[in-house]
């Protein structure tokens, strides 16, 4: 069976943990600048490192400063060691996403969230990272000083060169990461285009609040018949992607131009950038992106021609975009957030009076908890954020402000302390659904899965998974590991996206269905063996920590406002004490300066709460 799976979902792990690394390199090199950087004894010193970088300049022995830096050898050596090798592992991902993305390019014949969904969103988020991790290294100013001084160092302790150097050196050193990383990605540009076309008419759907009100997506009492049935429509659990689905979307458009040829793609790059002014990179890393896109496409070449004719209408659309992003995105967000307001009071309110609606609509209470943690951090990563230049109107602050965030930050947090309670009784309830409906319907699909030998004992794997669940046993609290079952699962679905298989996949090959199947069970056993890992995946507000500074200003204006938001803002008290799980291990210290923060723009306010309650 095709490794394509196996490789992603590596890759998207290594991912996850680099682009960690290299913002923490960032934060070192920036707000912990090393003295040896700064200090004005080192200067000349510093320049000569760089001077014919990445060779090593010939009077670098003679430089003012250079004796000084060989006596702090070792301690140079201790502080770099972990940036330095954050760096070298920069380009081994990047050769690696290189190599899987060409493999993708030549051997999948389809790449989309409707036909392939565990596939494609998995090659989306590796792509999403690796230009996450290429924006957060050009954006280190040290990082050709980093490189040449730690060879220096390396030299005059081991006595020889740094192995890994030369090769590391001279891609770190680029003036343009993402200018070679379109040329890396020009086989690229007709699968991406596949994937961001399948992606339109969801995304589009996503974000039109009148679209999710009029087909009650996140409604529990449009129909009342159908109250206690299980999710089971894929756009419900489609929703809890959205935002990856826009990184993806802003990000592809940026390395591979070409998936602008994709049918629908244009219109809905125009749509995403009309979604706000600044995007995310990693922790609390904000970017101008029309202004970055724009920049890029200015300057970019197509080896296509045909591409090349209609890219010159395509360049202008980040400008274009530009001009009306405040005016589009700052109501539009408030519309949003009024709708998932209304719709988690509902829900809010009904599972506190029916606590057993929960497990069947589990899925959908995810889908409502994450767009909203989506829009309460779209809300706070804008509120100051500096307008766009290009703007053809600007906001003040105030217009930007939102009187009701609190109202929906206590929803979220409201909503996710009921699903904890009810942990056991929901793990049950998927425990129930495997073993009985998810087993019978998938055994259903077997003979379909007949015909591909290589599918038998895979497929065979997963239904006997499937069979060996105790529902009384999870109740109690017995832990299962499902991964085994899902990664099976992900190489089937991968090998049938191969241009090779004798199954493949589509609309009109007659086993989508059995597909879409395969998938809910997927997802059903997350909600088994990783229920809590799943609801902080799309609950956490604890990403708000990087910008408690518009958090404390709501905190303190929502305590003054309105006759129910003081107690709303109790929420900001619980939402402290997720703040310390921001940490992880490639930076403990960061849990280690949430611990020493003290929460003192909180506490003239406080007993504000303390009256009312």
Not at 10 to 32: D, E, F, N, P, Y
Not at 344 to 367: C, E, H, I, W, Y
Not at 523 to 549: G, I, N, P, Q
Request: charged share 25%; with cysteine; net charge positive.
């Amino acid at each position: 069976m095709s490794k394509i799976s196996d490789k992603l979902s590596i890759l998207r792990q290594h991912g996850r943990a680099l682009l960690h690394r290299v913002t923490h390199a960032k934060k070192v090199l920036t707000s912990q600048r090393p003295v040896y950087f700064s200090d004005k004894a080192y200067a000349r010193v510093c320049e000569a490192l760089v001077k014919r970088y990445p060779e090593t300049d010939a009077t670098l022995e003679k430089a003012p400063g250079h004796e000084l830096l060989l006596n702090k050898a070792k301690q140079i050596f201790e502080e770099l060691e972990p940036i330095y090798h954050a760096l070298v592992d920069v380009v081994e991902f990047k050769d690696h996403v290189n190599g899987v993305f060409q493999e993708s390019s030549v051997f999948l014949a389809e790449l989309s969230i409707d036909v392939n969904p565990t596939l494609t969103l998995c090659f989306l988020e590796v792509f999403t990272l690796y230009a996450q991790v290429l924006l957060t290294l050009s954006s280190i100013d040290d990082r050709r000083l980093v490189m040449a001084m730690f060879q220096r160092v390396f030299v005059h302790i081991q006595r020889q060169p740094e192995p890994l150097y030369a090769r590391t050196a001279a891609y770190v050193g680029l003036e343009s990461h993402i200018k070679v990383a379109q040329e890396d990605l020009k086989n690229l540009g007709n699968l991406m285009a596949r994937a961001l076309s399948s992606l339109q008419m969801t995304y589009l759907k996503m974000r039109t609040y009148t679209s999710l009100r009029k087909e009650g997506t996140l409604s529990l009492t449009l129909k009342p018949e159908q109250m206690a049935y299980p999710v089971v429509d894929k756009f419900r659990h489609q929703l809890c992607h959205a935002e990856n689905i826009y990184l993806s979307i802003m990000y592809a458009a940026l390395l591979v131009p070409e998936c602008l040829a994709g049918p629908g793609v244009p219109e809905l790059l125009k749509f995403a950038l009309s979604e706000g002014y600044v995007t995310t990179i990693s922790k609390g890393t904000v970017l101008e992106f029309h202004s970055l896109m724009d920049a890029i496409y200015d300057k970019f070449k197509s080896s296509n021609k045909q591409f090349s004719s209609a890219f010159s209408k395509h360049k202008k659309i980040p400008k274009d975009a530009l001009s009306t992003v405040v005016v589009d995105s700052v109501p539009r967000h408030k519309r949003m957030r009024i709708y998932l307001r209304q719709e988690l009071n509902s829900m809010l309110s009904l599972f506190r009076d029916t606590p057993g609606l929960l497990a069947p609509k589990f899925q959908l209470v995810l889908s409502a908890i994450s767009l909203a943690r989506e829009e309460c951090l779209w809300y706070f990563r804008h509120y100051k954020a500096p307008m766009p230049k290009g703007s053809s109107k600007k906001m003040a602050e105030e217009d930007v402000r939102d009187n009701r965030i609190t109202e929906l930050l206590y929803l979220v947090d409201q909503l996710t302390g009921l699903i904890r309670a009810n942990k056991r009784s929901i793990q049950r309830y998927y425990a129930e659904y495997m073993r009985g409906a998810d087993f019978a319907k998938l055994s259903e699909f077997k003979p379909i899965f007949a015909q591909g030998s290589v599918f038998t004992e895979a497929v065979n794997s997963i239904l006997a998974g499937l069979q060996a669940v105790d529902p009384a046993a999870v109740f109690k609290g017995k832990v299962y590991d499902f991964r085994v079952l899902r990664l099976n699962w992900a190489r089937i679905e991968a090998t049938m996206s191969t241009q090779s298989c004798p199954l493949p996949l589509g609309p009109q090959s007659g086993r989508q269905h059995a597909v879409d199947r395969f998938n809910l069970a997927a997802a059903h056993t997350r909600f088994v063996d990783e229920f809590d890992e799943v609801v902080d995946e799309f609950s956490s507000l604890r990403e708000l920590w990087w910008y408690r500074d518009a958090l404390f200003d709501a905190f303190s204006k929502g305590v003054k406002d309105g006759p129910n938001q003081p107690l709303h803002a109790g929420t900001f008290i619980r939402m402290c004490q997720q703040f310390p799980l921001i940490g992880n291990q490639f930076n403990p210290q960061e849990v280690h300066d949430v611990l020493l923060f003290h929460p003192s723009p909180l506490l003239p306010d406080l007993h504000v709460i303390g009256q009312l309650q």
